[in-house]
């Protein structure tokens, strides 16, 4: 459907979700859920730094036996880029989806709105960038959700984006392996090729 309607209610979709997201992210909302202690307040950017630290060493030791030389390499500069940065860990955190993509999204197919969201099984404390990774609908799409939300877009918000968005194959690939699922690995593999084109680094 997303591929047969015109610009103008794609755009009418986009407005929709940076909307809902700026609600969702909102200081206002997080506030109130820490109030009322509805969400794990444990969440600090130092431990999001360490986590990542200790997950590139696992994605390091688990996948780098199957990937060739310029995957590994890919891979390394983008978290080492990524994790070098200061910057990147200097952000102001909120409540997220944890898993927001179009295929959590409902829209009614007759007036093109969205009319709700599902899957909140990943909702948690973190970098609201992770929910707003809409590259592969097209950059007109993506500047409107990123026009139409209206928390505060930090200055490296948007690298960020790319980091989550880049590293997002690795997690398939790293279920897959551990659990023995050769199409997810498949998949995940995929996507490795994907991300490595859209963003190539040097």
């Given at each position: 459907?997303?591929?047969?309607i015109?610009?103008?209610?794609?755009?009418?979709?986009?407005?929709?979700?940076?909307?809902?997201?700026?609600?969702?992210?909102?200081?206002?909302?997080?506030?109130?859920?820490?109030?009322?202690?509805?969400?794990?307040?444990?969440?600090s950017?130092?431990?999001?730094k360490?986590?990542?630290?200790?997950?590139?060493?696992?994605?390091?030791?688990l996948?780098?036996?199957?990937?060739?030389?310029?995957?590994?390499q890919?891979?390394?500069r983008?978290?080492?880029?990524?994790?070098?940065?200061?910057?990147?860990?200097?952000f102001n955190?909120?409540?997220?989806?944890?898993?927001?993509?179009?295929?959590?999204?409902?829209?009614?197919?007759?007036?093109?709105?969205?009319?709700?969201?599902v899957?909140?099984e990943?909702?948690?404390?973190?970098?609201?960038?992770?929910?707003?990774?809409?590259y592969?609908?097209?950059d007109?799409?993506?500047?409107?959700?990123?026009k139409?939300?209206?928390?505060?877009?930090?200055?490296?918000?948007?690298?960020?984006?790319?980091?989550?968005y880049?590293?997002?194959?690795?997690?398939?690939l790293?279920?897959g392996?551990?659990?023995?699922?050769h199409?997810?690995?498949?998949?995940?593999?995929?996507?490795?090729?994907?991300?490595?084109?859209?963003?190539?680094i040097?």
């Amino acid at each position: 459907l997303f591929n047969k309607i015109s610009e103008e209610d794609k755009m009418q979709i986009a407005a929709n979700i940076g909307e809902f997201l700026g609600e969702l992210h909102s200081k206002k909302l997080f506030k109130d859920a820490k109030n009322n202690k509805i969400v794990d307040n444990s969440f600090s950017c130092e431990k999001y730094k360490q986590n990542l630290e200790e997950y590139f060493k696992i994605i390091q030791s688990l996948l780098f036996s199957l990937l060739n030389h310029e995957q590994k390499q890919w891979i390394i500069r983008l978290f080492t880029n990524f994790l070098d940065n200061k910057v990147n860990f200097k952000f102001n955190y909120s409540i997220v989806h944890g898993d927001f993509d179009s295929s959590n999204i409902l829209i009614d197919p007759n007036i093109l709105n969205v009319i709700g969201v599902v899957d909140f099984e990943e909702s948690r404390v973190y970098d609201p960038a992770a929910d707003l990774l809409f590259y592969n609908e097209g950059d007109k799409f993506f500047q409107k959700v990123l026009k139409s939300y209206n928390e505060n877009i930090d200055a490296n918000f948007k690298e960020r984006m790319k980091f989550l968005y880049g590293q997002s194959c690795l997690g398939y690939l790293k279920y897959g392996i551990e659990n023995n699922l050769h199409d997810l690995v498949n998949w995940g593999f995929k996507l490795l090729k994907m991300r490595m084109n859209q963003f190539p680094i040097i």
